[in-house]
């Protein structure tokens, strides 16, 4: 179905967007690709700029395509950009797009931790945006992703850059657990849930096999070097975040960082069929700094 009909990816110069893309073109699918700005296209790809993907540009280029990926998404606020914005009415026009262009199947990253009873904001709009979608009458398989970590996520660059300084701060105890999955991984998922009829009108956490202290990740990441690690009084990182835009770590990342969000990572395997890197063997290897 999927190497003769083509895949559209939304949110082109993302993280996952990057990789996924690379590794959809080794496999010789074909793509469309869309991004606000220029960049670089891989084999079997088409390449769309667009600022605000409006219709009449995208919407002949795009009919009849296989799936839609949609990776479009902000965890941080300012005034010029807001998660309602993004996350909700943005999606309102990608799942319009889908519709309109005939593309049945919609693929999207939500969050892990995103439910009903939620009260934080950057969940309300996942939770709306992945309502949307449900509602929305398209094949959809929304995932809910804990860690994406691999070379070029902005988590991973930034505890590179802690250590090429020497120390890696800890906001607040470290006690607190995250479930990262490998980015090699999560592109191989993503590829399963457009082909396989299984994964229809399914939402699935998107977790890796390790459940570990943040502490931990840090100190096995920054294994072999000298860096100094030190814990940061929580009130004063908040503080950060709250009044300064440009500060490491936003209100939000805080709060998902101490938030204990756990996922089903046993549903996930047994989905996909798939035996899952472990970020902790991944970390003792050193093979993400
Ligand atoms: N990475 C993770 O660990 C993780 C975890 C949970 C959920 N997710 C979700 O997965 C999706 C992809 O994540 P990512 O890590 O790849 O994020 P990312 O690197 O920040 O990429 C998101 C992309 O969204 C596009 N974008 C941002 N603001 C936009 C706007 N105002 N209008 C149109 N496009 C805009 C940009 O694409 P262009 O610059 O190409 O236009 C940007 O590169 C997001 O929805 C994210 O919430 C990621």
Known sequence: MIKDNKIVITGASGFVARNLRKHLSEKNIKLISISRSNFKQFKNEHKIVSKNYDEKHILPKIQNSAALIHLVGIGKQSIKTDYNMVNVEFTKHIVNLC?????????????????????????????????????????YTIFRP???????????????????????????SGT???????????????????????????????????????????KLFSKGTKTKIEKI????????????SKS???VDDLNILIGNFKGNHNKLRKI??????????????????
Do not use: C, W
């Not at 804990?146 to 607040?172: A, M, R």
């Open 233 to 244: 009084n929580l009130e004063d990182v908040y503080h950060d975040a709250i009044t300064n």
């Open 176 to 218: 607190y657990l995250i479930q990262p999955i490998y980015i090699n991984d999560v592109v191989k998922v993503i590829l399963q849930s457009i082909i396989q009829p299984k994964f229809r009108n399914k939402i699935i956490d998107l977790v890796g096999p390790d459940y570990i202290t943040f502490e931990k990740y840090v």
């Open 248 to 250: 490491d770590f936003g």
């Open 146 to 172: 804990s860690y994406i970590v691999g070379k070029d996520d902005l988590f991973t660059k930034y505890l590179k850059k802690q250590v090429k300084k020497g120390k890696i701060e800890i906001p607040g």
């Open 272 to 289: 996909t069929g798939m035996e899952f890197q472990s970020v902790v063997e991944l970390l003792k290897s050193g093979r993400l700094l």
């Open 99 to 139: 519709n309109k262009a005939k593309i049945n199947k919609l693929v999207y990253p939500s969050g892990l931790g995103v439910s009903a009873n939620t009260s934080l904001g950057y969940f309300i709009s996942k939770y709306k945006a992945e309502k949307i979608i449900v509602n929305s009458g398209l094949n």
